[in-house]
């Protein structure tokens, strides 16, 4: 496994060390001078000490804005007789935040270290890896965190590509320890760790859009994204609910690769069902046959039936050229997840026609919440998130910091239900629902508003 060591293993050292102090008679081995690139886990590493010992032999580590600079010098003290050097093993990596000493077994959880697995491709062969290195060093900031408010956390990550067999895996004598496991990011994986979780009791989180059958037997498991139909079914109860007294108008979009017929049939079967009135147009409508589609009297909310952006710019063209003809209209737009990728170019036709973006997630650029964890990423890791949606670092900050404080505050009974935990995302609000007598759905969606005035605004459901 080929990660970014130096990056996120210098972030584990730094923030996952044991608060058991040395013996003030340690002797010291040596003086080291740093080296460019080198980590305190490389570092430690190489002398055969556990990164513990590294730190209270250089107490001035612990302090919170600690850099590690090439032409220090730092101690480098025996290792003790009782310690495990770090492994070199390549499949598993180890961390730990300790407040005192960890109880062993199955203790309640709530008075002890919680003890999370980490099941994910973290390698840098492809973007699978690539993303869930950063969703990983995500979950590593949650714990910071959690540690600074006195929640302790013991973390194993593996690293379990595609193609690997998550069984073997699970033969590590630490799997069966966790009380919670973060992963997998497969299908086919998805049956074995139920099944394990199942033996050995664990809550699973499956972080990612997956297909797991599985939920709807297993009460272990919980699945943060929603099935697409779910999801559709969803959307279009919270928009009828949300746009009870507007005429809406279905723009056709010629565009033969869109999937986004699910949502707007979907929609309009509803509509037909409830005797609600719409209208259909089209992208290549004239002038005249376009605007017949928009109600005078009513306010309008148009929806388009792809997310694609050519076909949006044009659509916000003729609506332009619409409004400019016929002023008095009122003009919002419904849209989808792909449009907030867009907003460089059309942030102020978001504004101008009060666009509602349905999503499982969100990320405000501009707030301080999103700077501040995006500035720590930067100094943790030496280099910026991936630029995608969703961010994948604040993904896994956001599941980790929800799920590890819910089992510190409830232990084995938290179930993920809304209210219980009191933690407001950054990025990706969750609130669980059992399915069946399965495990639990997260069921949470926003609707991201652009507002006239120029803000934006979550409306959480």
């Given at each position: 496994?080929k990660?970014?060591?130096?990056y996120?293993l210098?972030?584990?050292?730094?923030?996952?060390?044991?608060?058991?102090?040395?013996?003030?008679?340690t002797k010291?081995k040596?003086m080291?001078?740093?080296?460019?690139?080198?980590t305190?886990f490389?570092?430690?590493r190489?002398?055969?000490?556990t990164v513990?010992?590294?730190?209270?032999a250089n107490?001035e580590?612990?302090?919170?804005?600690y850099?590690?600079?090439k032409?220090?010098?730092?101690?480098?003290p025996?290792p003790?007789?009782?310690?495990?050097?770090l492994?070199?093993?390549?499949?598993?990596l180890t961390a730990s935040?300790?407040g005192?000493e960890?109880?062993?077994?199955k203790?309640?959880?709530?008075?002890?270290?919680?003890?999370?697995g980490?099941?994910?491709?973290?390698?840098d062969?492809n973007?699978?890896?690539?993303r869930?290195?950063?969703?990983y060093?995500?979950?590593l900031m949650a714990?910071d965190s959690?540690?600074q408010?006195?929640?302790?956390v013991?973390i194993?990550a593996w690293?379990?590509?595609?193609?690997?067999?998550?069984?073997?895996t699970?033969k590590?004598?630490n799997?069966?320890k966790c009380d919670?496991?973060?992963?997998?990011?497969?299908?086919?994986q998805v049956k074995?760790?139920?099944?394990f979780?199942t033996?050995?009791?664990i809550?699973?989180?499956i972080?990612?859009?997956?297909?797991?059958?599985?939920?709807?037997s297993?009460?272990h498991?919980?699945?943060?994204?929603q099935?697409d139909?779910?999801?559709n079914?969803?959307?279009i109860?919270?928009?009828?609910e949300k746009f009870s007294?507007?005429?809406?108008?279905?723009?056709?979009?010629n565009?033969?690769?869109?999937k986004?017929?699910i949502?707007?049939f979907?929609?309009?079967?509803?509509?037909?069902a409830?005797g609600?009135?719409?209208s259909?147009?089209?992208?290549?409508?004239?002038e005249a046959?376009?605007?017949k589609?928009?109600?005078?009297?009513?306010?309008n909310?148009?929806?388009l039936n792809t997310?694609?952006s050519?076909?949006?710019?044009?659509a916000?063209?003729?609506?332009?050229n619409?409004?400019?003809n016929?002023?008095s209209?009122?003009?919002?737009?419904f849209?989808?997840t792909?449009?907030m990728?867009y907003t460089k170019y059309?942030?102020?036709n978001?504004?101008?026609y009060n666009?509602?973006?349905p999503?499982a997630?969100?990320t405000n650029?501009l707030?301080?919440k999103?700077?501040?964890?995006?500035q720590?990423?930067?100094?943790?890791?030496?280099?910026d998130m991936?630029q995608?949606l969703?961010?994948?670092a604040?993904?896994?900050?956001?599941?980790?910091?929800y799920?590890i404080?819910?089992l510190?505050?409830y232990?084995?009974?938290?179930?993920?239900?809304r209210?219980?935990v009191g933690?407001?995302p950054?990025?990706?609000p969750?609130?669980?629902?059992r399915?069946?007598?399965?495990?639990?759905q997260n069921?949470?969606i926003?609707f991201?508003?652009y507002?006239?005035g120029?803000?934006?605004e979550?409306?959480n459901?």
């Open positions: 496994m990660l970014h060591m130096r996120f210098l972030f584990i050292a730094t923030a996952f060390f044991a608060d058991t102090a040395m013996a003030q008679t010291w040596e080291h001078k740093v080296k460019r690139k080198e305190l490389g570092i430690a190489d002398n055969g000490i513990d010992e590294l730190i209270e107490p580590m612990k302090q919170p804005d850099k590690l600079k032409g220090d010098y730092i101690f480098i025996y003790k007789a009782n310690s495990t050097p492994a070199t093993h390549n499949d598993t935040s300790k005192g960890q109880k062993r077994g203790s309640d959880i709530r008075n002890r270290a919680i003890k999370v980490i099941m994910l491709p973290l390698h062969i973007g699978d890896g690539r869930m290195v950063e969703y060093r995500g979950v714990c959690l540690k408010n006195g929640i302790s013991d194993h690293n379990v590509p595609e193609y690997a067999d998550i069984k073997k699970l590590d004598e799997a069966e919670l496991i973060i992963g997998p990011l497969y299908s086919t074995a760790l139920s099944e979780a033996k050995h009791d809550k699973v989180l972080p990612f859009s997956i297909n797991a059958p599985e939920i709807e297993n009460n498991l919980f699945q943060v994204y099935d139909n779910e999801y079914e969803a959307v109860a919270r928009f009828l007294g507007y005429h809406t108008v279905f723009i056709d979009c565009d033969t690769t869109s986004k017929g949502f707007t979907g929609l309009r079967r509803r509509m037909e409830m609600r009135n719409y259909i147009t089209n992208l290549k409508s004239s046959y376009f605007a589609a928009f109600s005078k009297d009513l306010p909310i148009v929806i997310g694609r050519p076909e949006l710019n044009i916000f063209a003729k609506i332009n619409l409004t400019m016929t002023p209209l009122s003009i919002s737009m849209g989808y792909e449009w990728m059309n942030l102020d978001f504004y101008k666009v509602y973006i999503a997630f969100y650029p707030s301080a999103t700077a501040r964890i995006e720590k990423y930067r100094w943790n890791f030496h280099e991936i995608a969703p961010r994948f604040i993904t896994g900050f956001d599941q980790a910091y799920f404080k819910g510190h505050l232990g084995e009974k938290f179930n993920g239900a209210g219980m933690y407001t950054i990025q990706t969750l609130h669980f629902e399915i069946c007598n399965g495990g639990y069921r949470s926003l991201v508003h507002s006239p120029h803000k934006v979550t409306i459901f």
